[in-house]
């Protein structure tokens, strides 16, 4: 017999539609409730709620209290594998946190829901399932935390957002899932090659994140300087440039000992230092601003806050996103 413990954070999966209003928010039903005659009898199923939170409301802090809770109920009981269900809207954040703070190999999955229980095509139950199902799998050890929605299997790293209210909304650009689940079946067809880990203890540093536009000056630059963050994450232009009146700022900001890590806003590629006009990748490279290696930028914010509780080195910083 398999034991996978359910770990209930909130969001749109444990939620009903107010028929009347068509208002949805939190309801009294459990999301398990239905599943449990759904499973096959080779599994023991443990669940508990941790948080009731809608997931725009989800901290860091709470991440790092979900990160500790895994690993002092895995540290208590043989658990074969865990399941999160979480609120969509902040989902990948929360699993890329828990892919670089968690140190085990055994399967994490988090999983939501894009409709609540009561409405029409409701996908909570069967992403539940699903989850459940990966979790149980031996195929999905040593994978880091997956994503699991809509029979598809992603990478915490890789996955995101894409449609506001589309079933199928979440993806990872360029790379793709990297398995699926059918009716009866697991399957993997990638795998991760690299796994980065940090076993912090706090996760309390300020780090912002903007994005870049036409037109931009360095204002916007100059007010997170002033506002006292650890780190600056910037969404840039194609492969890693910005216009040239940012540069000023961007340097001010270096001078302060305030890390910048650079993204693309756009959803595919990664950034390069290869335009050297001015605000290009070259120059900004140059001026000590970090590249990260195809992280959006949210991922990219927190892997700062994360990298910034082990070191403040700007030579480490670098390396740990190459």
Not at 237 to 266: K, M
């Amino acid at each position: 017999m398999k034991r996978i413990l359910v770990i209930h954070t909130g969001g749109t999966i444990s939620m009903k539609e107010n028929k009347e209003t068509g208002e949805v928010n939190t309801s009294s039903k459990h999301p398990l409730d239905e599943i449990s005659t759904m499973l096959k009898g080779n599994t023991v199923i443990e669940d508990e709620i941790l948080f009731y939170l809608p997931s725009p409301h989800i901290r860091p802090d709470h991440m790092l209290k979900l990160g500790r809770s895994i690993h002092e109920k895995m540290s208590k009981k043989n658990y074969d594998g865990i399941v999160i269900t979480h609120g969509t809207d902040t989902l990948e954040e929360t699993a890329y946190f828990l892919d670089l703070f968690l140190q085990t190999r055994k399967p994490v999955v988090v999983t939501g829901a894009m409709r609540s229980s009561n409405e029409i095509g409701s996908d909570g139950l069967y992403n539940l399932l699903s989850a459940i199902r990966v979790a149980n799998c031996d195929e999905a050890q040593d994978k880091g935390v997956l994503v699991v929605m809509n029979d598809e299997i992603h990478t915490a790293k890789n996955v995101t957002k894409t449609s506001t209210s589309n079933v199928a909304t979440f993806q990872s650009p360029q790379y793709g899932p990297i398995g699926i689940t059918t009716k009866t079946e697991v399957f993997f067809h990638h795998k991760m090659t690299r796994r980065d880990s940090y076993p912090i203890q706090n996760i309390g540093k300020q780090v912002a994140l903007i994005k870049a536009y036409a037109g931009m000056d360095g204002t916007l630059v100059d007010a997170v300087r002033e506002s006292d963050v650890d780190g600056l994450v910037i969404e840039a232009l194609g492969q890693g440039n910005l216009p040239p009146e940012t540069v000023d700022a961007l340097e001010r900001t270096l001078n302060d000992g305030i890390p910048i890590v650079l993204v693309s806003r756009c959803y595919q590629g990664i950034v390069q230092d290869t335009y050297g006009y001015p605000g290009g990748g070259r120059q900004l490279k140059e001026m000590g601003i970090i590249f990260a290696n195809g992280l959006t930028g949210p991922k990219a914010r927190i892997k700062l806050m994360v990298a910034l509780e082990m070191t403040t080195n700007m030579t480490e910083l670098e390396h740990m996103f190459s």
